[in-house]
């Protein structure tokens, strides 16, 4: 969807560059950076509908990333953006928790398709998050406070 | 199959099996130490039991010859002695008168021979020589025996019993005599051995064929008639030695310049008179019973001895045949080994170049595809360079393209892919490869038949990387007809329900592969293709697909005629893998894992 906002995490800053522009170009809100400890910071900063994550970095590498990334238990996606040579790694990213892969090189198309994939999954998500906390807070109102102790974060 | 133009000349180390003359140089040493632990020990142990027999019944058979001779000499004595007894005792119960009386030495004599003719005649004698009575066959009766030799023995000795010799009757005999006193009166009382019978009482000895049996008196003179050469009182050819033991045997060996060569003699000394007895018999007859059972023996050593190396002989080959087997084998296994380690290392290799090469064909993806966004959003008027930039664009993601399907091949190769195992109709399967390719085998004139069985069963196997075999080895029988102006390509399809599985065979009417490039061709990095052309990856990748595949892969190729290729793939996989392939997304998986 237009406007989703996207975190783009790869160490090749050309490639980075680039593909924030080709995403931008098609309407999304882009931020890159070019490490797995920078993409946490920007996620602890900020919300993110989907994250495109390379998974062979220098220093955190994409698993590790992925890991403090359900730690930090967001609704946000995340797609797996890889060298062919790590498909295996790819898989063990999907089981833990990345939504899907993607092999370089790819079409922007394709890779454009897989973000909207995400977001209409993280858009069920939290749909279905909030009509539970609807029915919740009908049922015992006071425990409103306890649902939403900040704004888009799961409980 | 396209791309790269590496020449990697990996070093053939192959454990050769060992060279046939050093199998055969085996078989000497086996057989030689089977001979030596078995064969010589049975060979001593034979000889020695042999020696020591032969040893024993040798003893044995000379003393029972040495008892025989004795006896006889005793027996021969013992006769002698009697014939004295029985004339003494005349001579002592009769006087010379009584004997001089008509008819009463007949009766005597006639007595004495009742049982035998042992006496030939009887004759009394005074102390002159002169004969007074006589019953013989012989005209006697006036011999005067004054100056005889045996005469003036008898007087002196009493008893007197003489070596052969002629006489007045000119005819070999001997005699015994007694002499009696009757006051100041002496007499002798003479009888003559018959020499007929003496010779049939001395000769009855069990000798055999080649025995006989004589006397001889102390100057070597024959007393009796020997069996073989020489008669009566003639001179013997042996000498006489006094010895020691009343009785001796000895044998003596053949080729011995002694006239007993090859003979076992016997000799005994009778005391009285001094004669000695010699028995002789062949030394062949003696012990013939003995060198019988030793030829028996020794046949019957040698043949076990014989079947004893004929048996090594062909359990050594038997077992350097087992050791050429297991060799052969092990030579192959360590092949199958270097393989998979070569496969396994460039493997590695092959996945990290991949990786770094898919990076910067992502950018070069990206910057195409943004100039195509710039491209769209600016007006350009001149067509021309509108249609080149666009072709342009569609060549960058054609050849972006390319190298990802190298890379793509590189990591297949080095099974970083997993593979996905699904129920396969071959038939359909080759049906459709065919298809693909028909457009370019067409065009470069090379037609494409298929020889397919009805009766397939489904196979479980991975199609796509089926599919990247087929491809390979189809191009490559393509490439194989460069040069020839038309050419086929079968595809055929055979069950077989022994083996589990299905054989594809691929056969193409190419070039060939030169023999000496056979070993090799499964070899990463190995190619003909001139540089530029092949990677030298495509009929590796096959090889490390069917593998995995659990199937095989082998080749026939007759240069100038054309190259086989045939595949086995069982009809299961006996261990699953866990499948899953490279685009696919979670929500497609067959793995159970996941």
Redesign the interface.
């Given at each position: 969807m237009k406007g989703s906002k996207i975190l783009l995490v790869d160490d090749?800053i050309?490639?980075t560059t680039?593909?924030s522009?080709?995403l931008v170009?098609r309407g999304y809100q882009v931020t890159a950076v070019n490490s797995g400890d920078a993409a946490v910071q920007e996620l602890e900063k900020d919300d993110f509908d989907v994250v495109v994550l390379d998974l062979?970095m220098p220093g955190m590498d994409g698993i590790a990333t992925l890991k403090e990334i359900k730690k930090l238990d967001l609704f946000t996606q995340t797609l797996i953006l890889t060298?062919?040579?790590?498909?295996?790694s790819a898989?063990d990213a999907?089981?833990l928790g990345a939504?899907?892969?993607l092999?370089?090189?790819?079409?922007?198309d394709d890779l454009v398709s897989k973000i909207e994939c995400a977001w209409q999954k993280k858009d069920e998500h939290v749909k279905e998050e909030m009509q539970e906390n609807v029915q919740k807070i009908i049922e015992s109102p006071h425990s409103v406070f306890d649902l939403y102790p900040s704004k888009d974060k799961k409980k | 199959m396209n791309g790269h133009e590496i020449h990697t000349m990996t070093p053939d180390i192959t454990l050769n099996p060992p060279e046939k003359n050093s199998y055969r140089y085996l078989f000497r040493r086996f057989t030689l130490l089977t001979v030596v632990c078995s064969i010589v020990p049975l060979l001593l142990v034979g000889w020695g039991l042999n020696i020591h027999y032969t040893y024993f019944a040798q003893t044995r058979i000379v003393n029972a010859f040495e008892e025989q001779v004795a006896n006889h000499g005793r027996f021969i004595e013992q006769f002698l002695r009697e014939q004295s007894t029985k004339l003494r005792l005349v001579a002592d119960t009769h006087s010379k008168k009584d004997l001089r009386q008509p008819g009463s030495l007949m009766n005597i004599f006639e007595t004495m021979n009742r049982e035998q003719p042992y006496i030939m005649d009887l004759g009394v004698i005074d102390q002159l020589g002169n004969h007074l009575a006589y019953i013989g066959p012989y005209d006697l009766l006036d011999k005067v025996y004054f100056h005889e030799d045996w005469f003036k023995q008898v007087m002196q000795k009493g008893l007197y019993i003489s070596d052969m010799f002629m006489g007045f009757r000119q005819e070999p005999h001997f005699i015994i005599a007694v002499l009696r006193r009757e006051g100041d009166d002496q007499w002798i009382l003479r009888a003559t051995i018959n020499t007929r019978v003496f010779r049939t009482l001395v000769e009855n000895m069990r000798i055999g064929e080649t025995g006989e049996v004589y006397l001889v008196n102390t100057q070597g003179v024959y007393q009796t008639t020997p069996r073989f050469g020489g008669s009566i009182m003639d001179q013997a050819d042996v000498a006489v030695e006094p010895f020691k033991d009343p009785v001796s045997v000895e044998v003596f060996k053949k080729n011995n310049t002694s006239p007993f060569s090859g003979q076992v003699v016997g000799r005994y000394w009778l005391t009285h008179p001094e004669w000695m007895l010699v028995v002789k018999q062949a030394r062949s007859e003696t012990f013939e019973e003995m060198d019988r059972a030793r030829f028996v023996n020794l046949v019957f050593l040698h043949l076990s001895a014989l079947s004893i190396l004929v048996a090594a002989i062909f359990i050594t080959r038997y077992m350097v045949g087992i050791i050429r087997k297991r060799d052969d084998h092990a030579a192959r296994l360590n092949n199958q080994l270097m393989q998979a380690s070569k496969l396994a290392s460039i493997g590695e290799l092959s996945a990290g170049v991949a990786h770094e090469i898919n990076n910067p064909v992502a950018i070069i993806m990206t910057e195409r595809q943004l100039l195509l966004d710039q491209f769209q959003q600016t007006t350009i008027e001149d067509p021309a360079f509108k249609d080149q930039f666009l072709s342009s664009m569609d060549q960058i993601a054609v050849q972006s393209q390319r190298c990802k399907r190298i890379t793509h091949n590189l990591l297949r190769f080095s099974r970083r892919t997993r593979s996905m195992i699904e129920s396969i109709d071959l038939n359909r399967f080759v049906a459709e490869v065919v298809d693909l390719m028909e457009r370019e085998t067409k065009t470069s004139g090379i037609r494409l038949l298929t020889d397919l069985d009805p009766d397939l069963p489904a196979i479980q196997s991975d199609s796509s990387q089926l599919q990247q075999v087929f491809l390979n080895l189809i191009t490559n029988a393509v490439d194989a007809h460069e040069g020839k102006p038309y050419g086929s390509i079968r595809i055929s399809t055979r069950y077989d329900a022994d083996a589990r599985g299905i054989f594809l065979s691929i056969a193409d009417t190419g070039t060939g592969i030169d023999s000496k490039h056979l070993d090799r061709i499964f070899d990463p990095f190995f190619t003909t293709k001139p540089v530029g052309k092949g990677t030298g990856l495509g009929l590796s990748i096959c090889y490390s697909i069917i593998r995995q595949l659990k199937g095989n892969i082998t080749v026939k190729s007759e240069p100038g005629e054309g190259t086989e290729f045939i595949i086995f793939l069982p009809l299961t996989l006996k261990e699953k893998e866990n499948g899953e392939s490279g685009q696919s997304g979670p929500d497609k998986t067959s793995d159970p894992s996941m």
């Open positions: 090749e050309v490639f680039n593909m522009r080709l170009n062979k060298g062919h040579g790590s498909i295996d898989l999907v089981r939504y899907d892969y092999t370089k090189p790819c079409e922007i | -």
